[in-house]
């Protein structure tokens, strides 16, 4: 008995990974689903607003609200959670205890799974800090 094979293939429609990757801070904002989507809108919109000297741009694919080009704070989206970034974060007098360090240096995160987990009265409280230390 004699076995032939025959290799049937679909082609596969070519991909561009830069077209999927977001290339500026709308569509970053924009690509989430829900209960992401409200987050990152809302973070947008209180970095915008308590980091009014800062600029902001896309930094290793996330958005970062940047001072003399060095990193404030910025956030990064997952499937299920969207982590707040805070370069100087360790330097942050937390009462809540809920900052936490990460990485190097003096980086410190927070994340949220969606609008319920974000404390305005404490953001504002971290991001004065913040300012403060830029400041100096």
Do not use: C
């Not at 679909?10 to 989507?37: C, F, R």
């Not at 609008?115 to 404490?122: E, G, K």
């Amino acid at each position: 008995m004699h076995l032939t094979s025959t290799l049937i293939s679909t082609p596969v429609p070519a991909t561009d990974a830069s077209a999927q990757k977001p290339t500026t801070i709308d569509e970053y904002v924009a690509a989430p689903a829900e209960p992401l989507a409200s987050v990152v809108s809302l973070l947008r919109d209180t970095f915008d607003l308590a980091l009014p000297e800062t600029s902001t741009e896309l930094w290793h694919g996330h958005p970062v609200w940047l001072d003399d080009e060095l990193p404030v704070a910025g956030f990064k989206a997952y499937p299920t959670f969207v982590t707040v970034l805070f370069w100087r974060g360790q330097a942050i007098t937390d009462d809540s205890g809920k900052l936490n360090a990460s990485g190097s240096a003096e980086m410190s995160e927070y994340k949220l799974r969606g609008v319920d987990d974000f404390d305005s009265d404490l953001f504002t409280g971290w991001l004065q800090q913040l300012r403060e230390l830029e400041s100096a």
